[in-house]
């Protein structure tokens, strides 16, 4: 076997770091993101297993990926950033709102209280990453066809619609009666999954292994090694958030 094969897929040594920031007490585990853009290919999966797994309405979206265009014809090519909530150390979104609805949580990770929330919005005109959107309870399948017996359309669909994803450890009950609907809503690094060993589904997804999650304060955690890569960088520095997802440019 070639040298320069990997020997371990990082899947498999970030869910043995996940066991061992399991163990720790929960006030010193940091989580982090490193996205490493030259292995994104583009594919969105990331973004369509995200809204699988948090079962995210129409205009909910937590995890896009950006495409850009460089160059000059004929030498062109194609970037992506996938831009989730960047988990900021010094969140303006926190800042304004006037309820307290959203916080730091122990581990880093900006959390959300629906059942605080207002649905006031402060929050997602303070992000400079544009990472919230409000959930104004809509289904993809409102206007689709349906024909007993030809068709499966709104109503055979709904049913899995209606179903809300168990956002921070909790049952919201059947979609369209209460929150999320009227909150304001971000990702989570999927808190969820983390509670019951499972890592954040757009790193499972990551056909790349373009996306590195795990404890950033365990200096032996892959996610630490490529903090500290001098190609480590994050999203508008200069505003002084200090965002806990960097970027492998």
């Not at 010193?28 to 853009?37: G, L, S, T």
């Not at 583009?42 to 948090?54: D, I, K, L, M, T």
């Not at 993809?140 to 709904?158: C, D, K």
């Not at 009666?177 to 971000?186: F, V, Y």
Request: some cysteine; glycine content about 10%.
């Amino acid at each position: 076997m070639s040298g320069s094969l990997p020997t371990e897929d990082p899947l498999v040594r970030m869910y043995r770091e996940l066991k061992r920031a399991s163990a720790k007490d929960k006030a010193q585990v940091k989580w982090a993101m490193v996205i490493d853009q030259a292995k994104c290919i583009g594919c969105h999966a990331c973004a369509v297993a995200c809204a699988s797994e948090n079962r995210l309405g129409p205009g909910v979206v937590y995890r896009p990926v950006i495409e850009q265009e460089t160059g000059t014809y004929p030498n062109v090519g194609r970037r992506f950033l996938p831009r989730p909530c960047m988990q900021c150390e010094n969140p303006p979104c926190v800042a304004v709102c006037p309820v307290t609805a959203t916080y730091k949580n122990a581990q880093g990770v900006t959390v959300m209280d629906y059942t605080r929330c207002i649905g006031c919005r402060y929050c997602i005109a303070a992000c400079p990453y544009g990472a919230r959107c409000a959930d104004f309870g809509g289904f993809y399948t409102s206007r689709t066809a349906e024909s007993p017996g030809q068709v499966q359309g709104r109503y055979a669909a709904r049913a899995y619609e209606k179903q809300n994803a168990p956002e921070y450890g909790r049952n919201w009950g059947e979609r369209g009666k209460g929150s999320p609907i009227g909150n304001a809503r971000k990702c989570h690094f999927c808190l969820h999954r983390l509670a019951v060993g499972q890592l954040p589904s757009c790193v499972t997804s990551c056909v790349g292994r373009a996306t590195i999650f795990g404890d950033r304060n365990d200096p032996a955690s892959l996610v630490s090694e490529l903090i500290g890569s001098p190609r480590a960088t994050t999203l508008k520095p200069e505003l002084g958030t200090r965002p806990a997802v960097f970027y492998l440019a």
